[in-house]
């Protein structure tokens, strides 16, 4: 866990800390040496582009996404390695969190990743502002001095949209301010993670980097999936109206339904259910007599051996015998 000392006060007086007028003056500050050394794993910015894209396509407009930061902590050394989607709710325009969804989560994690600590906090959208402050009072409230991380989905550079800071307090107007400064951070991958974004790097050749390869195999499967849905769907619409005297009978169009509907593979039907378990058994059975008749054979091999070995060595008290 982290320890407040990563929270450094300073004087806004000659030799303070300098807030960054760039950005957002109110909320990012410069000048400020990070206190840790962060390693991002792949899995989690996916994680984050994940649930934003589906927020996104399930509210028809870009959202603002919540989750939490889990990973091993040894010293000064961070190492975000996943993370998992918090629950919120907006109370006059602000993200209040909902921690006993967290306390949830939390103990599941716990159970498969136990090696693992919550370290902080994500986010979505773009340069910091009072909102991330507000979230992150929050946080602190169930861990001392959370990372914060912040993805941009909606930037068009072709860098990493994504910056991770730590919270400082500065004095201003003889007031503790809570700001953020930006922390230097590393990509680190495991042998699984390289199989699971493969596909990110296959991008395609048309200079867009809007389709990867798995994207345009999965869009033509989607096309095909789609056009046999018309055309099913029509086949049944047809056969519908036969049956309720709509439509005169046609016997030539009537026979192709029903071949088409012959060729279709039958899995759920009792008989089939029947065969199939009746042919494993079958199979199953085959295999047991295999190696019953393989087990035997060897018992043999062995039954022959000991009695060869018997025979001999009663020859030979049977010989010493005569000398006596």
Same mark, same amino acid.
Request: hydrophobic letters at 40%.
């Given at each position: ?8 006060? +300073? ?29 991002? %794993? ?8 994940? %649930? ?35 629950? %919120? ?5 602000? +993200? ?25 906090? /994500? $986010?979505?959208?773009?340069? *910091?502002?009072? &909102? ?24 068009? %550079? ?8 730590? &919270? ?17 951070? $590393? ?9 699971? !974004?493969?596909? !990110? ?21 989607? &096309? ?36 088409? *509907? ?17 042919? *494993? ?6 295999? /047991?007599?295999?190696?019953? $008749? @393989?087990? *035997? ?7 022959? @051996? ?19």
């Amino acid at each position: 866990m982290r320890s407040c000392q990563s929270d450094k006060m +300073a004087t806004s007086n000659g030799g303070g800390m300098e807030v960054d007028g760039a950005a957002s003056p109110s909320v990012m500050a410069s000048g400020v040496t990070g206190s840790v050394s962060v390693a991002l %794993h792949p899995l989690v910015i996916l994680n984050i582009s994940d %649930h934003w894209i589906r927020i996104r396509s399930q509210e028809g407009r870009p959202m603002q996404v919540i989750g939490a930061l889990i990973g091993k902590q040894e010293g000064r050394n961070i190492e975000v390695m996943n993370s998992f989607e918090l629950l %919120h709710q907006l109370v006059d325009d602000r +993200a209040i969190i909902d921690k006993e969804y967290y306390y949830t989560k939390e103990e599941q994690f716990k159970q498969v990743f136990k090696d693992m600590e919550f370290l902080g906090w /994500y $986010t979505t959208g773009g340069p *910091c502002d009072q &909102s991330d402050i507000h979230i992150h009072k929050q946080v602190c409230e169930i861990i001392e001095s959370p990372l914060f991380l912040k993805l941009n989905p909606m930037t068009k %550079h072709t860098d990493l949209p994504v910056s991770v800071y730590e &919270s400082v307090i500065d004095i201003i107007n003889g007031e503790a301010t809570m700001l953020f400064a930006e922390l230097g951070y $590393t990509l680190a991958t495991e042998e699984a993670e390289r199989i699971g !974004v493969d596909h !990110v790097a296959r991008m395609t050749a048309t200079g867009t980097g809007e389709n990867s390869t798995v994207a345009e195999h999965l869009i033509a499967q989607h &096309s095909a999936i789609k056009m046999l849905h018309s055309r099913v769907k029509v086949i049944l619409e047809y056969v519908k109206a036969v049956e309720a005297g709509e439509v005169p009978f046609n016997h030539e169009i009537l026979r192709e339904a029903n071949a088409l *509907c012959h060729r279709l593979p039958v899995l759920s039907t009792i008989k089939f259910k029947t065969d199939f378990y009746d042919q *494993c058994n079958d199979v199953g059975l085959m295999a /047991y007599l295999g190696t019953i $008749t @393989k087990t *035997c054979n060897s018992m043999n091999q062995f039954i022959n @051996k000991f009695n060869v070995l018997y025979d001999r060595q009663g020859i030979g008290r049977r010989m010493r015998g005569l000398f006596f």
